[in-house]
Antibody
Framework: QLQVQESGPGLVKPSETLSLTCTVS??????????WGWIRQPPGKGLEWIGS???????SYNPSLKSRVTMSVDTSKNQLSLDLSSVTAADTAVYYC????????????WGQGTMVTVSS | QSALTQPASVSGSLGQSITISCTGT?????????VSWYQQLPAKAPKLIIY???KRPSGVSNRFSGSKSGNTASLTISGLQAEDEANYYC??????????FGSGTEVTVL
């Protein structure tokens, strides 16, 4: 059964880079029908799409975050990574990794999420 | 790219039907039939309940239904049950592999 697991530091200092990894198990990250996305949710607020990565290496980013975000797909490790630079308190959120279905453009499987706090 | 507009809260009595709206633009909701809806229970990850505007994944109750007219999509929950208390989010494809989520709606069962 496919599982999605986010991992990374729970605390990041302001102005530093937040780095997270999403590990897919029980299946391949390289399926042509699917892509993988990062979505975040600040405490008490709504969901925000950060970006999506495709097995081909193609990446799409939220225009509002594009200048600070770098994502990559490592098919050998079945992992999706996220780097968010120059973080501030506004980047404090639960970060989710989710599988996107290219046939209907929906996110059909989500990890449990990982809380990241930006604080000195 | 702004968040899609949803009412902050909607409430209904047990057994009633409620509808949640999701308003975007011709560049997202109105431009593609790729609207999805997610249910988020407290302290849980979101769960897909509607895709392609009006299709339900296997295992999702047929009390959930979706529709779209112009730049506004809607989620209807029929026969409201206590277990439906949750936050609901719409999401639309906006072209060029970009997505936008709605602002979220808190559903309360009276």
């Amino acid at each position: 059964q496919l599982q999605v697991q986010e991992s990374g530091p729970g605390l990041v200092k302001p102005s530093e880079t937040l780095s997270l990894t999403c590990t897919v198990s029980g299946g391949s990250i390289s399926s042509r029908s699917y892509y993988w996305g990062w979505i975040r949710q600040p405490p008490g607020k709504g969901l925000e799409w950060i970006g999506s990565g495709y097995y081909s290496g193609s990446i799409s980013y939220n225009p509002s975050l594009k200048s600070r975000v770098t994502m990559s797909v490592d098919t050998s490790k079945n992992q999706l990574s996220l780097d968010l630079s120059s973080v501030t308190a506004a980047d404090t959120a639960v970060y989710y990794c989710a599988r996107g279905d290219g046939r209907d453009e929906s996110f059909d499987m989500w990890g449990q999420g990982t809380m990241v706090t930006v604080s000195s | 790219q702004s968040a899609l507009t949803q009412p902050a809260s909607v409430s209904g009595s047990l057994g009633q039907s409620i509808t949640i709206s999701c308003t975007g633009t011709s560049s997202d909701v109105g431009g593609y039939n790729y609207v999805s809806w997610y249910q988020q229970l407290p302290a849980k990850a979101p769960k897909l309940i509607i895709y392609d505007v009006n299709k339900r994944p296997s295992g999702v109750s047929n009390r959930f239904s979706g529709s779209k007219s112009g730049n506004t999509a809607s989620l209807t929950i029929s026969g409201l049950q206590a277990e439906d208390e949750a936050n609901y989010y719409c999401c639309s494809y906006a072209g060029s592999s970009i997505f936008v989520f709605g602002s979220g709606t808190e559903v309360t069962v009276l």
